[in-house]
T-cell receptor
Framework: TQLLEQSPQFLSIQEGENLTVYCNSS?????LQWYRQEPGEGPVLLVT?????EVKKLKRLTFQFGDARKDSSLHITAAQPGDTGLYLC??????????FGTGTSLTVIP | DADVTQTPRNRITKTGKRIMLECSQT?????MYWYRQDPGLGLRLIYY???????NKGEISDGYSVSRQAQAKFSLSLESAIPNQTALYFC?????????????FGEGSRLTVL
């Protein structure tokens, strides 16, 4: 059962552009994480959001958790080639289960 | 050295063969997981273990089995591999004492079943 829908699935942009990736669910989560995965490697945690409405910034990346804790977004400002990778959202529920989104493959063209 | 180590990193095998993927961790976490990654499907949970005596099926456990040999070791077996088990497999750990449920992944084991 796929509980988390990510959009878009693929994104190819020029260096310097801005972008937003969405992670949506009909379920409420205790927390939500964003991971980035590069080819040949495992996913690496970028951020965890816990409180509804929470906004966290990590340099040029801004993460937001929806007020109802069902959805999240990742906004990248002035994308760089180093941002290229697969971005995965993952929800964690009170039953100690992790549910992953389908992923967004981002390519930033120099 | 990586905190979560998977072996082998790559494996090509034939239909019907038994395959074991191994995972060891130095993070001291009690919880360990095996995930499968396929293009467009994200990560799907195969099995998970919250301590040495605890084994639980995940979303796609059919055709797989696991063994938790110690706190630090969790292996995944394919008793009779089939081509649709060709995928990238990840082992992960998490810390139950944390409040936010974060996963730490190995580098993955790419399995090809011919």
């Amino acid at each position: 059962t796929q509980l988390l829908e990510q959009s878009p699935q693929f994104l190819s942009i020029q260096e310097g552009e801005n972008l937003t990736v969405y992670c949506n669910s009909s379920s409420v989560f205790s927390s939500l994480q964003w991971y980035r995965q590069e080819p040949g490697e495992g996913p690496v945690l970028l951020v965890t959001v816990v409180t509804g409405g929470e906004v966290k910034k990590l340099k040029r990346l801004t993460f937001q958790f929806g007020d109802a804790r069902k959805d999240s977004s990742l906004h990248i400002t002035a994308a760089q080639p180093g941002d290229t990778g697969l971005y995965l959202c993952a929800g964690w529920d009170t039953g100690n289960q992790f549910y992953f989104g389908t992923g967004t493959s981002l390519t930033v063209i120099p | 050295d990586a905190d979560v180590t998977q072996t082998p990193r790559n494996r090509i095998t034939k239909t019907g063969k038994r395959i074991m993927l191994e995972c060891s961790q130095t993070k001291g976490h009690d919880r360990m997981y095996w995930y499968r990654q396929d293009p467009g499907l994200g990560l799907r949970l195969i099995y998970y273990s919250f301590d040495v005596k605890d084994i639980n099926k995940g979303e796609i456990s059919d055709g797989y089995s696991v063994s938790r040999q110690a706190q630090a070791k969790f292996s995944l077996s394919l008793e009779s591999a089939i081509p649709n088990q060709t995928a990238l497999y990840f082992c992960a750990t998490s810390d139950p004492t944390g409040l936010t449920g974060e996963l730490f992944f190995g580098e993955g084991s790419r399995l090809t079943v011919l």
